[in-house]
Nanobody, 119 residues
Framework: QVQLVESGGGLVQAGGSLRLSCAASGSFFSINAMGWYRQVPGKQRELVATITSGGSTNYADSVKGRFTISSDNAKSTVFLQMNSLKPEDTAVYYC?????????????WGQGIQVTVSS
């Protein structure tokens, strides 16, 4: 079993910055990929950014140039640096890990952390 603990959310004014962190603990052989997703009430959860164990990244068009995903594989931690925040970035942000066990891959989600951007 793997537990994900997120931190760094909160309230910020438009144009400001926040840095989210998500640390994984538990038993697994390796991390295949990590990512951040977000969800607002009444809408589906959407991808924000992902990063593979090799460092390849992928971003939603809406955050390109403003958000940066990075990871510390040794500490099983993924980060999301969010700059130039906009009110439309307000959402609950969830981290996601895809890890490899002894035989299979498993997917885990964090509990979610609120990010609120005021205009």
């Amino acid at each position: 079993q793997v537990q994900l603990v997120e931190s760094g959310g909160g309230l910020v004014q438009a144009g400001g910055s926040l840095r989210l962190s998500c640390a994984a603990s538990g038993s697994f052989f390796s991390i295949n990929a990590m990512g951040w997703y977000r969800q607002v009430p009444g809408k589906q959860r959407e991808l924000v950014a992902t990063i593979t164990s090799g460092g390849s990244t992928n971003y939603a068009d809406s955050v390109k140039g403003r958000f940066t995903i990075s990871s510390d594989n040794a500490k099983s931690t993924v980060f999301l640096q969010m700059n130039s925040l906009k009110p439309e970035d307000t959402a609950v942000y969830y981290c996601n890990f895809i890890v490899r066990g002894s035989m299979y891959k498993y997917e885990y989600w964090g509990q979610g952390i609120q990010v609120t951007v005021s205009s």
